[in-house]
């Protein structure tokens, strides 16, 4: 009986990477589904970036809080994971990442590891890696290169980027091409553009994977845009943005069509930010607007490369509820 009733969940995969996909797991794990996440593997900035060049890991840190996102573990157990030391050597390293780090060293395999926390804080769902080879995010700016994501994010793409890969070309984990071959639903999104969803669709295998896969393919796009990236984007350009590297159409875009309070938009507008516009949707595509912001008081989080503030985001509950219309679920669990 239980085999069966697992047979009957739909199975949705999750692909991205950093608060979006974070906010969104937290949703859809409230629901009968067979979760994956895939994660990219490109992070080089922080905590993450420092583990990279010193203990020579896989990056942990977005693998750590799809994690956090599918546990079912206690609330103190999670909080854990996310917290951050301010003083001494291990300034700035979240416990998460660090406790990720050690089980790779221990086990002699990221992918071990994953398994390893995964069973340790009893996730609802599967964590993926797109790629377990180390890959580092390069992107021909003009006439220049830049390399790491840290320093990507850093640069004024906007009518400037030539080209962006992963260095070296890596090699899709077999359990993410798995993952999406036996999906019903494939949800691309929200996250930073390049560093979150890009960087998994440069993986060699994915984007073929996605396109031969019969799921719905879903993105969910951004709440606002970014100055350096995505200036003025409305949801159409961000939807013709993401289809180049997939190299397909999506079937449905999710959207965001409420105002934020002028207060944070201000705040926003200073760093040059603004609303992603939806005056200007993609045509050919079901389309699901609706009002995805969170009514929670917003936090301030230490990032890279600089500190931001969370201040706009994607109510779990509303996004997760939309997804799972498009699964044809429509019941929490």
């Known amino acids: 009986m239980g085999m069966a009733r697992e047979r009957r ?27 994956t996440a895939i994660v990219g593997m490109s992070d080089s900035g922080g905590s993450t970036g420092r583990l990279r060049d010193e203990l020579g890991v896989l990056p942990p840190g977005d693998v ?15 909080t854990l994971m996310d917290y951050r030391f301010d003083k001494g050597g291990l300034s700035g390293h979240k416990f998460g990442n660090l406790f990720l780090s ?27 890696p797109v790629t377990l080879d180390r890959v580092d995010l390069v992107a ?12 990507i994010q850093m640069t004024k793409l906007n009518g400037a980027l030539k080209k962006l890969w992963l260095e070296p070309a890596g090699r899709a984990n077999p359990k993410a091409l798995d993952a999406i071959r036996e999906a019903d ?9 390049y560093a979150s969803l890009v960087t998994n669709l440069l993986v060699k295998g994915i984007p073929e994977a996605i396109r031969k896969s019969h799921a719905k393919k879903v ?10 990236h995505t ?7 961000y939807t013709a943005l993401l289809e180049t590297y997939l190299r397909s159409k999506v079937d449905v875009v999710i959207y965001n069509d409420k105002k934020p309070s002028p207060q944070l938009l201000k705040r926003y507008a200073r760093e ?10 993609p045509e050919g595509r079901t389309l699901l607007g609706s009002n995805l912001l969170s009514s929670l008081a917003p936090l301030s989080k230490t990032g890279t490369p600089k500190v931001e503030s969370s201040l706009v985001r994607h109510d779990p509950k509303r996004l997760a509820a939309l997804i799972a219309k498009i699964a044809g679920v429509h019941f929490l669990a």
């Open 272 to 281: 040059g930010d603004t609303l992603t516009s939806w005056e200007d949707l």
């Open 185 to 193: 639903v494939i949800v691309i999104g929200p996250g930073n553009f």
């Open 64 to 78: 750590m809080r799809c994690l956090v996102a599918l546990s079912s573990s206690s609330r103190q157990m999670r």
């Open 9 to 35: 969940k739909k199975r949705v995969v999750v692909i991205g990477g950093g608060t979006g996909t974070y906010t969104a797991l937290r949703g859809l794990k409230k629901y009968p589904f067979a979760l």
């Open 102 to 128: 050690a089980l790779e060293k221990m086990t002699g395999s990221f992918d071990a590891a994953v398994e390893t926390a995964s069973t340790l804080l009893r996730i609802n769902g599967r964590v993926v």
């Open 219 to 228: 993105f969910v796009c951004n709440l606002m845009t970014k100055l350096e």
């Open 231 to 237: 200036k003025n984007y409305s949801v159409a350009d």
């Open 140 to 151: 021909q700016v003009g006439a220049r290169v830049v390399h790491g994501e840290e320093k």
